[in-house]
């Protein structure tokens, strides 16, 4: 399973390729081993998460695939709907889902996401506009928002 790891504004993504799908995006504080020889796909992956964080690209174009169950696919699924730039409710998330007395489920598959970006957690929010759980550390689920927000032309507008 080729790894490369690569810089990122806010801090180093370890992507991982397995069977010809990206199955792994990680925001890390540094590299924790060495990169491999980086194949197309990982270059390709690499190159759209600099686009992202440069501001001229919204949606991920390259294969995905994390291992989980049903319903955690449908979770992630979900999250691939919410439009860049918007935020969500876990319990918003949990009724577009039909099923509102999953939320806790929803939001610790949430969790789980193993895509980093890609798959878009970090779009999810409280019920009350707070930034609430992110893997990856609250100071980048707010980053990843605000600079969200900026390449919309949002400027200081609170999304949360």
Known sequence: MPVVYHP?????????????????VKIMDHATGESDEPTPLLQIAAQQ??????????????????????FQQQVWECLLQIPYGKT???????????????????ASTNGKNDLAIVVPCHRVIGSD????????????????????????????????
């Open 8 to 24: 990122t504004p806010i801090g180093v993504a370890r992507i991982k390729e397995e069977d010809g799908f990206i199955s792994s």
């Open 49 to 70: 998460l600099d686009e992202y964080f440069a501001g001229t690209r919204r949606e991920f174009t390259f294969p995905v695939k994390q291992p989980g169950s049903a």
């Open 129 to 160: 506009g707070s930034l609430t759980g992110y893997a990856g550390g609250l100071w980048r689920k707010k980053w990843l928002l605000e600079h969200e927000a900026k390449v919309l032309g949002v400027g200081q507008t609170k999304l949360f």
């Open 88 to 106: 969500i409710s876990y319990l918003q998330q949990s009724k577009i889902m039909n099923n509102p007395l999953a939320i806790r489920a929803i």
